[in-house]
């Protein structure tokens, strides 16, 4: 059949930027949101995650937005390094019930 | 976008017996395949890389005896779960990749409890 792949929506930030990656969802009903990332050839690696009770919650130089009214993720990272360089992915629903996004390329460049 | 789907989305056996997932690329043809285990509140933790027509490659501490990958097709991959064993409850996700492009697609994911 026909491909209908994608090459991936890509980030390009200079190294000690902040990044922001954005996640649209659909579901009104997810109560669950995580942020992998996941570097080439390895699985996703969990980064950070939030409940719809909250609307922000920070990490180690991550910080995750949750805006339900408009359905709409974001991660921050702050003063990017070379080494966030990767593929970040977005997920919502419920465990067990989860939807994941199809990813940004985040490239740092030195 | 592109979809995956699978087959089921939920499952409970009894100890001792075998269970099929299938995932599918719907729209498009997967060269590539992933299979993921996923326990509550920890990452997707990756099981087997599975190209079509080639035997998949499993990551280390993954018995290749035990979940077993089939990818005999552009658009199915299978994972067979042999003698299951209430360790083995998890959440079972796949995805797949287009031929040519870098983008993942991942399936909802099927949840498996062994009695």
């Known amino acids: 059949g026909e491909s209908v792949g994608l090459h991936l929506p890509t980030l390009s930030v200079q190294e000690g930027d902040n990044s922001i990656i954005n996640c649209a969802y659909s579901?009104?009903?997810?109560?669950?949101f995580i942020w992998y990332k996941q570097e080439s050839g390895k699985g996703p690696q969990f980064i950070i995650d939030i409940r719809s009770n909250m609307d922000k919650r920070q990490g180690q130089r991550v910080t995750v937005l949750l805006n339900k009214t408009v359905k709409h993720l974001s991660l921050q990272i702050a003063a990017t390094q070379p080494g966030d360089s990767a593929v970040y992915f977005c997920?919502?629903?419920?465990?067990?019930?989860?939807?994941f996004g199809a990813g940004t390329r985040l490239t740092v460049k030195p | 976008g592109a979809v995956v789907s699978q087959h089921p989305s939920r499952v409970i056996c009894k100890s001792g017996t075998s269970v099929k997932i299938e995932c599918r690329s719907l729209?498009?043809?997967?060269?590539?395949m992933f299979w993921y285990r996923q326990f509550p509140k920890q990452s997707l933790m990756l099981m087997a890389t599975?190209?079509?027509?080639?035997?998949?490659?499993?990551e280390q501490g993954v018995e290749k005896d035990k979940f077993l990958i089939n990818h005999a097709s552009l658009t199915l991959s299978t994972l067979t779960v042999t003698s299951a064993h209430p360790e083995d409850s998890s959440f079972y996700i796949c995805?797949?990749?287009?031929?040519?492009?870098?983008?993942?697609?991942f399936g909802p994911g099927t949840r498996l409890t062994v009695l």
């Open positions: 729209d498009f043809q997967a060269t590539t």
């Open positions: 599975s190209n079509e027509g080639s035997k998949a490659t499993y």
């Open positions: 579901n009104s009903a997810s109560d669950y």
């Open positions: 997920a919502e629903g419920r465990w067990g019930d989860m939807r």
């Open positions: 995805s797949a990749r287009d031929r040519g492009f870098d983008t993942q697609y």
